[in-house]
């Protein structure tokens, strides 16, 4: 472990950054895809929204119990700083490296994707897409090596462009009224076994598209203020997700009947066909892009911050606690970016990596929620919160 004033991390990170991380890491092109998905196994707009609002419930209480765990430890690396905590060095080494490979793939595979909207755009780049992809990483490597101010004001910038693009989206949909919308057709026998099995699978799918709410935690170390901040970020900006997330759907039901919803892969798409014109794929597209890149730039910034705690902890080279004058953790960046790149040589799959990651977070996540349980018991005198929402908890 080194103590060296060099390699710790600076507190140079507040709360517009801490929600616009987490809006960054959440809201992607699963919103504008799901929605069909879950219309064909749910067939009823007053349960699909429902199912939307319990999803978000489940991750406001989890958002809870994280702003509970980064209160009582605010360190970099975010879930298994809990874990080792409570459960010890063994747990802690495990629950690291899973989350860090958990973390350490989506820049891989949200580079592929970018690259393959970019060639829907511009079809002449159909032989590029792994050109692109690496030059994307590339790109976000050396924003990031310049320091981690930057990479806040483009996590700010990209963030409050998505959400401009998703409310602009709701408002056109709200809008229009070219279409006369067909009376939707209900099943009312709720606990008819297939409703059940959609209701439970359509849920699973919503959970998915709520992943990345917890990305505030793994900076904790780095906020200017983290027993006030965290806990604000994540009600704040949990909340500010489900109601685009509940209002997207909306306001697609509203342009569309839910049978015909329930026949797109791209929901999004066919909506926005009907109120641009052949132009909706475009715009489509273009969201999906920006959607895209706050993501990648949140996840560019993750997996650095985790391997630098698991350095510091000795389960990695003492070298990934080096930071550079910017802030940034330079050896883990640099080990996170090959780690991306090989996965993009070698797998160069959307679906394989995405599926690996979501299990391997499912795994992480439960454990950092019995480790909240075991700490409360066995150190009780650990900072807690008191009072939430901008009442800073004992420090």
Not at 116 to 124: D, G, H, R, S
Not at 175 to 200: C, H, R, W
Not at 278 to 298: D, Q, W, Y
Not at 366 to 395: C, H, M, W
Request: net charge neutral; aromatic share 14%.
């Amino acid at each position: 472990m080194s103590d060296s004033t060099k390699n710790q991390l600076k507190k140079s990170l507040g709360l517009s950054f801490n929600i616009a991380v987490l809006i960054g890491g959440t809201i992607g092109v699963g919103i504008l895809r799901t929605p069909g998905s879950i219309a064909d196994l749910l067939n009823n707009y007053w349960l699909i929204l429902a199912s939307w609002l319990f999803g978000g419930l489940y991750i406001l209480f989890g958002a809870n119990s994280y702003a509970e765990l980064a209160t009582m430890l605010p360190k970099a690396g975010g879930s298994y700083n809990y874990i080792k905590r409570a459960f010890g060095e063994y747990a802690g080494f495990l629950s690291g490296w899973f989350d860090y490979i958990t973390n350490a793939i989506p820049p891989a595979f949200y580079c592929i994707v970018i690259s393959e909207y970019m060639i829907i755009l511009f079809p002449a780049l159909a032989n590029y897409s792994t050109v692109m992809a690496i030059s994307l990483l590339a790109a976000f490597v050396l924003i990031h090596l310049s320091g981690v101010k930057n990479g806040s004001v483009i996590q700010q910038i990209t963030s409050l462009l998505k959400v401009i693009c998703f409310v602009a989206l709701v408002v056109a949909c709200f809008m229009y009224s070219g279409v006369e919308i067909a009376p939707i057709k209900t099943d009312n026998s709720f606990f008819q076994i297939g409703l059940l099995f959609g209701f439970f699978k359509s849920l699973q799918l919503i959970i998915g598209t709520y992943n990345g709410w917890n990305a505030a935690c793994f900076f904790a170390e780095e906020n200017d203020d983290p027993g006030k901040n965290i806990p604000k970020s994540l009600y704040s900006g949990v909340i500010l997700v489900v109601a685009i997330y509940v209002l997207v759907n909306a306001a697609f039901f509203h342009v569309l009947p839910i049978e015909t919803l329930a026949k797109s892969n791209l929901a999004a798409a066919d909506v926005a066909k009907i109120l641009f014109g052949e132009n909706g794929a475009i715009i489509v597209t273009v969201i999906s892009i920006f959607s895209l890149i706050s993501i990648l730039n949140a996840f560019m910034m993750i997996p650095p911050r985790i391997l630098y705690g698991l350095s510091r902890d000795g389960f990695f080279i003492e070298k990934g606690t080096t930071v550079n004058k910017g802030g940034t953790p330079i050896v883990a960046l640099l080990v996170s970016s090959i780690f991306s790149l090989l996965l993009i040589i070698f797998v160069g799959s959307f679906e394989v990596l995405f599926g690996f990651a979501a299990f391997i977070s499912i795994i992480v996540w439960g454990l950092a929620y019995l480790s909240l349980l075991k700490l409360r018991t066995s150190e009780p005198d650990l900072p807690n919160l008191i009072v939430r929402f901008g009442i800073r908890g004992l420090q």
